[in-house]
C-alpha cells in the first residue's frame, strides 16, 4: 500500500457545526418555550436519562472560551443555528429581543475577530411551541412569522455573516412528527406531513426572496441530510424499491430547495394515493425562482432497500414503506451506538450526484460523524479521550471526499458534527460526538485526540493517506 497526500483546494472550509437548542443553553436573555420545553415538560421519559436542553452546553456562557477552542482545534469556520425562540421570546412573534441580538453579535463579532467564517442557520428542529400550537409547519401564518424572523436576522446579523443557510434537516421534523415519532407533537398522518413539508419549502424560498433584497455579499442556502439509496441487487423489483425510497428521501427537498421543481414520480405517486399537500401556482412560482445559492451535504449513512417481502397492512396509514423494505446487507459495517451504517463511499456519490444532477452547485459537508457512547471508557490517565476511531472515521470519509473533488465535484469544506460533545434531542448526551469532551457535572472541555488531529489536518489543509480508494 503506497502513502499519499491528500491535498485539498486553496481556503477549504474545516470547521463543526452545532446548533442553538442543543448547546447554548437557557442563559438569561429571556427565550420563548420551544417544543423540546413543551415534551419534557410533558415527557420527561422520552429522553435519554432525563436530561433536558435547559443548560446543554452552557455556550451562552462560555462562547469566549469555547471560540478560543475552536482555533485550537483548528477551525477556520463553525456552523451555529440562531434561535427563533430567543430572537421573538413572545412565541416567536410580537417584538424582537434585543438582548438576543447583543448576544448573537458579541458572539458572531468575537468569532470573526478570531478569523472564524460564520456559517448561520436559521432553523434547527427548535420550533417556539406556541407557533406549533398554531399548526407550525402546516401553518402559512408560521410561514410568514419565520419570514419575519428571517429578514430581522438579515437585518442585524447580515454585516457579520460569511454564509446563511434557510434550514437544517428539513426533511427530520417531517419524519419525526409525523410518521416515526421522535419529534413533539408525534402525531402519525403522512398528507399533514407533506403539508408541512410543502410550506417548510416555500418558506425556504420565502426567506431567499427576503435575503435578495439586503444585497449582502454572503450567499443562502441549505442543508439536507443526503443518504444515497443503494438497492439490494438488479433485479427490476428492487430498483423500483430504491427509486422510489429516494424519491421520498432525498429527491422530495432537494429538487425543489435545488432545482426549484418537484420530482415528478413523487408528485405522481402521492396524486394516486391522495396524499398531495394544498398549493397554490403562485407558492410555484415563489419555489421555482428563489432556490439554494450554496447546498450543505450531510452524510451520516447510506439507504439500503429491498422490494417488500410482505402485504401493506392498509389500516396503518400511508407511508413510504408501502413500497419498500429496509435492507439489512450481510457484513455492512456499523456504528453500533447509534445503530447508523458506516459507508465511507457514500459521500463519494453523494458529491457525484450533486455535481451530475444539480448543475455542481457550489457545496460543501456540512455535518458527518460518529456518535459514540461511554466515551470515558477511552480516557487516559490525563483525561484525554483518545478516540482514534473519529481521526479514522473522518479520514476515511475526507479521502473520499477528496477523491470527488479530483472528479470536478465543486466541494468547498468539512464540517464534521460536532464541536464539543452537545445534547442530541431525544438521545440527550448518549453519544458524544465532539472534538472535545465535556464534563456533565463541571461543564470542562478537553480537547479529544481527534481535536488535536483536526488542528493539524486544518494546518496542513490535508492528510497522508495509507489505504486504497476504490
Ligand atoms: C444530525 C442533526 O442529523 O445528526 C443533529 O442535524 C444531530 O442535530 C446529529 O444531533 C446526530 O444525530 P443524533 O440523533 O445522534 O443526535
Known amino acids: 500500500m503506497t502513502k499519499i497526500q491528500l491535498t485539498f483546494p486553496e481556503n477549504f472550509w474545516w470547521g463543526s457545526a452545532w446548533s442553538a437548542e442543543q448547546a447554548e443553553g437557557r442563559g438569561e436573555t429571556g427565550k420563548a418555550e420551544t417544543i423540546w420545553d413543551r415534551w419534557y415538560q410533558e415527557e420527561p421519559n422520552r429522553f435519554y436519562q432525563g436530561i433536558s436542553s435547559a443548560v446543554t452546553t452552557d455556550h451562552i456562557h462560555r462562547f469566549k472560551e469555547d471560540i478560543q477552542l475552536m482555533q485550537d482545534t483548528g477551525h477556520n469556520s463553525f456552523r451555529v443555528s440562531i434561535s427563533w425562540a430567543r430572537m421573538f421570546p413572545d412565541g416567536g412573534t410580537g417584538k424582537v429581543n434585543p438582548k438576543a441580538i447583543a448576544f448573537y453579535r458579541e458572539l458572531f463579532t468575537e468569532m470573526n475577530r478570531k478569523k472564524i467564517k460564520i456559517f448561520a442557520n436559521l432553523y434547527h428542529f427548535d420550533m417556539p411551541a406556541a407557533l406549533q400550537d398554531q399548526g407550525g409547519w402546516e401553518s402559512r401564518e408560521v410561514v410568514a412569522a419565520y419570514v419575519h424572523f428571517a429578514d430581522t436576522c438579515f437585518k442585524e446579523f447580515g454585516a457579520l455573516v460569511y454564509h446563511w443557510f434557510t434550514f437544517n434537516e428539513p426533511l427530520g421534523p417531517i419524519l419525526g412528527t409525523y410518521l416515526e415519532g421522535f419529534h413533539y407533537p408525534n402525531l402519525l398522518d403522512f398528507k399533514r406531513g407533506a403539508q408541512a413539508a410543502f410550506f417548510t419549502i416555500l418558506a425556504h424560498a420565502k426567506a431567499i426572496a427576503a435575503f435578495k433584497k439586503h444585497h449582502l455579499p454572503?450567499?443562502?442556502?441549505?442543508?439536507?441530510?443526503?443518504?444515497?439509496?443503494?438497492?439490494?441487487?438488479?433485479?427490476?423489483?428492487?430498483?423500483?424499491?430504491?427509486?422510489?425510497?429516494?424519491?421520498?428521501?432525498?429527491?422530495?427537498?432537494?429538487?425543489?430547495?435545488?432545482?426549484?421543481?418537484?420530482?415528478?414520480?413523487?408528485?405522481?405517486?402521492?396524486?394516486?394515493?391522495?396524499?398531495?399537500?394544498?398549493?397554490?401556482?403562485?407558492?410555484?412560482?415563489?419555489?421555482?425562482?428563489?432556490?439554494?445559492?450554496?447546498?450543505?451535504?450531510?452524510?451520516?449513512?447510506?439507504?439500503?432497500?429491498?422490494?417488500?417481502?410482505?402485504?401493506?397492512?392498509?389500516?396503518?396509514?400511508?407511508?413510504?414503506?408501502?413500497?419498500?423494505?429496509?435492507?439489512?446487507?450481510?457484513?455492512?459495517?456499523?456504528?453500533?451506538?447509534?445503530?447508523?451504517?458506516?459507508?465511507?463511499?457514500?459521500?463519494?456519490?453523494?458529491?457525484?450526484?450533486?455535481?451530475?444532477?444539480?448543475?455542481?452547485?457550489?457545496?460543501?459537508?456540512?455535518?458527518?460523524?460518529?456518535?459514540?457512547?461511554?466515551?470515558?471508557?477511552?480516557?487516559?490517565?490525563?483525561?484525554?479521550?483518545?478516540?482514534?476511531?473519529?481521526?479514522?472515521?473522518?479520514?476515511?470519509?475526507?479521502?473520499?471526499?477528496?477523491?470527488?473533488?479530483?472528479?470536478?465535484?465543486?466541494?468547498?469544506?468539512?464540517?464534521?458534527?460536532?464541536?464539543?460533545?452537545?445534547?442530541?434531542?431525544?438521545?440527550?448526551?448518549?453519544?458524544?460526538?465532539?472534538?472535545?469532551?465535556?464534563?456533565?457535572?463541571?461543564?470542562?472541555?478537553?480537547?479529544?485526540?481527534?481535536?488535536?488531529?483536526?488542528?493539524?489536518?486544518?494546518?496542513?489543509?490535508?492528510?497522508?493517506?495509507?489505504?486504497?480508494?476504490?
Open 218 to 470: 454572503s450567499k443562502i442556502g441549505v442543508i439536507l441530510n443526503l443518504s444515497p439509496t443503494f438497492p439490494r441487487s438488479q433485479h427490476p423489483a428492487d430498483l423500483e424499491a430504491a427509486e422510489i425510497a429516494d424519491q421520498f428521501y432525498t429527491r422530495s427537498f432537494l429538487d425543489p430547495m435545488v432545482n426549484g421543481h418537484f420530482p415528478k414520480k413523487l408528485v405522481a405517486l402521492l396524486t394516486e394515493y391522495q396524499q398531495l399537500p394544498d398549493y397554490t401556482e403562485e407558492d410555484l412560482d415563489i419555489i421555482q425562482t428563489n432556490t439554494a445559492q450554496i447546498l450543505g451535504l450531510n452524510y451520516y449513512e447510506p439507504r439500503r432497500v429491498k422490494a417488500r417481502l410482505t402485504a401493506i397492512n392498509e389500516k396503518n396509514p400511508f407511508c413510504p414503506e408501502w413500497f419498500f423494505e429496509n435492507y439489512i446487507m450481510p457484513g455492512r459495517k456499523m456504528n453500533e451506538y447509534r445503530g447508523w451504517e458506516i459507508y465511507e463511499k457514500g459521500i463519494y456519490d453523494l458529491c457525484l450526484d450533486i455535481k451530475n444532477n444539480y448543475g455542481n452547485i457550489e457545496a460543501f459537508i456540512s455535518e458527518n460523524g460518529m456518535g459514540v457512547a461511554d466515551e470515558e471508557r477511552f480516557m487516559d490517565e490525563t483525561g484525554q479521550v483518545i478516540d482514534t476511531y473519529r481521526i479514522e472515521f473522518i479520514k476515511d470519509h475526507l479521502a473520499y471526499v477528496w477523491k470527488a473533488i479530483q472528479e470536478g465535484a465543486n466541494i468547498k469544506g468539512y464540517h464534521l458534527w460536532t464541536f464539543i460533545d452537545c445534547w442530541s434531542w431525544i438521545n440527550a448526551y448518549k453519544n458524544r460526538y465532539g472534538l472535545i469532551s465535556l464534563d456533565l457535572a463541571t461543564q470542562k472541555r478537553t480537547i479529544k485526540k481527534s481535536g488535536e488531529f483536526y488542528k493539524q489536518l486544518s494546518d496542513q489543509n490535508g492528510f497522508e493517506y495509507e489505504k486504497d480508494l476504490r
